[in-house]
């Protein structure tokens, strides 16, 4: 099976399932078209080259209990399948590695291989998975990802479909723009992000602290005027309600006197 990936369908390629990306994918399954080579591609035989190094780091730094697994298949489709970095025999959980850019951060990894990580749910029955990256030079730090059920049911549903056009040897439109968007809720460690657009007391809230930030800098900048404005031999400078007083180190100490005016 790992041989010829014309005959299932993959994580990866679920992800391209749920961009849209039928056309191609086709032409690559039904042998049209030969895939993408990898051979030679710096970043993917990276992680590769660290993948048994960053499964030593976990189970000695954090407590897990990694074992190799290789490619598993769904229970119904078995067509269907996922190639699992390893299984956490602690956590009961599979893991998911990757070698990553230095600027990259652990939600942007989630919302891009999601439908990778819901494809590895439904295949092993696992409630969560645990995902680690090596950004840059970095220690990697693995956390937990909850993909809600919905989620999962709906990218197999897609690769359900998009199967049917292989195994029936009918082409797809180009780019399948019809597709559910679905913007699951992913809990990173058991949190999860909110959009707080539409609530009427955060708006409010925002907009006085946006005006008061905006205050706070003309502020800012007529107290340096002000200063600014009281010549090194004053001692004392006083005008519609603001008073400078110079100590006798030359620090000016300013007042203010709410009542006039």
């Not at 797809?172 to 992000?193: F, G, K, Q, S």
Request: charged content about 25%; some cysteine.
């Amino acid at each position: 099976m790992t041989d010829d990936r014309k005959k299932f369908l993959g994580s990866s390629d679920a992800k391209r399932v749920m961009e849209g990306d039928w056309f191609s994918l086709y032409q690559e399954k039904t042998g049209a078209v030969e895939p993408v080579d990898l051979t030679d591609v710096f970043i993917v035989q990276l992680g590769i080259q660290t993948e048994a190094f960053h499964i030593d780091w976990l189970n000695k730094h954090h407590g897990f209990e990694i074992t190799p697994v290789g490619r598993r298949s769904h229970p119904e489709h078995k067509w269907l399948t996922c190639l699992i970095d390893g299984w956490d025999n602690i956590k009961a959980a599979p893991v998911e590695l990757k070698h990553t850019n230095a600027f990259n951060d652990n939600q942007n990894l989630v919302n891009t291989y999601k439908a990778q990580i819901a494809l590895q749910q439904a295949i092993t029955g696992s409630n969560t998975i645990y995902m680690s990256a090596i950004m840059g030079n970095k220690e990697p730090e693995p956390f937990k990802v909850t993909i809600p059920k919905e989620y999962i049911d709906e990218v197999v549903t897609q690769c359900v479909n998009f199967w049917w056009h292989v195994e029936n040897k009918v082409p797809p439109e180009e780019l399948i723009a019809d597709l559910p968007v679905l913007e699951p809720t992913i809990l990173i460690d058991d949190m999860r992000v909110v959009d707080m657009e539409g609530n009427n007391e955060w708006a409010s809230a925002a907009n006085d602290y946006m005006i008061s930030l905006e205050a706070a800098g003309i502020n800012d900048t007529a107290k340096k005027t002000l200063k600014d404005l009281v010549e090194k031999d004053v001692r004392e400078a006083s005008g519609y309600g603001i008073t400078f007083k110079r100590s006798k180190n030359g620090a000016l100490r300013m007042s203010v006197d709410k009542s006039d005016g």
